[in-house]
């Protein structure tokens, strides 16, 4: 058996496979225990480089035996980023571009994974907290995988994000308050129904192991090598956290030589882990969270102190961009490499920017920088920081007026 428990990431106490997500002795978050002989017999590199073009190359690492419920996630666009690297003046930067995953963000990883265990469960509904991106694509899984769907979400989100969680038909319930808000109330609603799947509650354990494939892939794209640095954007920091095992877990099977990677976070001002990283003190929650970031807008993250743990622990360091950065972090992403990513993206692009700047990253370091959004998601947010078109009659002078 691949999957042979939960065991808790504080005390270690160990548990059955089952929805569980809290130990019930120290009240800490539970991780997937797997046999790693059993992987290792059948992972190679042969094997996932014929595997199919979705995270699903790498289903012998993920915690699921059941038929995938697959929109096509992941192995997204793997992109040597030349353009971007002169601009900030890196020789070997990388991009996984994850704005091209089936609802347009990285989200679409982790509920790919979630939602197939759901199945495996005999779950009748899945439902999810979601800062936007998540939404999308629990509303767009369910459908597939004809389950009804419950979405909670804060006041305020981009209306695309909304539009899209409709669509598919999805009940999205929009809560008056924060996301940390739209959260306990979904805790509470996941606990009063335990045959729902709530991804990010519930299910959470075996969800984050979706993000892992974001490690598996930039080492198989990068020939199997593992790079210096890595940049991750950060809500709860279970990202960063996920890309961490994977690393490891590629190290633990041969696939790839052991290497320190460094980890780097990028979170917008003000936010949790970035602060405790920056001031040297506790994650400590914030409750007011004032940013148009609002993907990345927790201000209570589960995975804080493991992010934390992992970016002091292997020499990284966590930038906070205010929203103006953000949103010109966009902008040269778009001039330089013809991407267009949403505002988590811009948090990234511009914590990379200030990295560098810094002297924290190296001119010939080989740096993965994760883009995790779609901006065609976020465009309400930066139209006002965007040129005016030109505007003409249909008149050949007009034309050459404007452009003088
Ligand atoms: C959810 C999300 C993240 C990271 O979330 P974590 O909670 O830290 O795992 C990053 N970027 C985007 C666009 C997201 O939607
Ligand atoms: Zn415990």
Known sequence: MKVTGLRCRICGKEFPPEALYTCDNCFGPL??????EWIKNRVSREKIEKGPKSLWRYKDFLPVDGEPVDLGAGFTRFIRASNLGEELGLKNLFLIDDSTNPTYSFKDRVVSVAVTKAKE?????????????????IAAHAAKARLPAYIFVPRGIEKN???QALVHGANVIEVDGTYDDANRIATEVAEEHPDWGFVNINLRPFYAEGSKTLAYEAAERLGWTLPDQVVVPMASG????????????LERV????????VFNGSQPHGLPISRAVKLGTRVEPVRKMDTIVHSLAIGNPADGIFAKEIIEKTGGY???????EAIEGIKLLAKTEGIF?????????AGLKKLVEEGRIDRSDVVVA???GNGLKTGEAIVDYLDDTLKIRPRLEDFEEVIA
């Open 370 to 372: 994760y883009l995790t």
């Open 254 to 261: 041969g696939l790839v030589d052991e290497k320190d990677v």
């Open 161 to 163: 994000k909304i539009i």
């Open 31 to 36: 991780e997937v225990k797997y046999d790693w």
């Open 121 to 137: 469960f005999g779950m009748k509904a899945v439902g999810c907290a979601s800062t936007g991106n998540l939404a999308g694509s």
């Open 318 to 324: 966590a930038e906070d961009p205010v929203d103006r």
């Open 341 to 349: 990513t949403e505002l988590a993206g811009g948090v990234t692009v």
């Open 238 to 249: 279970a990202l960063l956290c996920a890309i961490y095992r994977g690393f490891r877990d």
